[in-house]
């Protein structure tokens, strides 16, 4: 699962960078993927909503075993 969680990530990659940011993948388990925003993406105030609106939706569309994505910080 790890693999196929970074293959979607690196199709969200070129998106987050575009904007100055980016998203490591720390962990992932019981189908919960922890990340780690960075640069541009670490401080700003819409992070969240690019997790979950972004990120975790796009995870779950891929890769249907996956519940949620969270932050690690």
Not at 33 to 48: D, F, N, T, Y
């Amino acid at each position: 699962m790890k693999e196929k969680i970074q293959k979607a990530l690196d199709k969200i990659r070129p998106m987050l960078q575009a904007d100055g940011g980016d998203v490591e993948f720390v962990d992932v388990e019981d189908g919960v993927v922890k990340v780690r925003l960075q640069g541009a993406c670490a401080g700003c105030p819409m992070s969240q909503m690019t997790l979950k609106n972004g990120i975790e939706k796009i995870l779950k569309k891929e890769i249907p075993e996956i519940k949620s994505v969270e932050s690690a910080d």
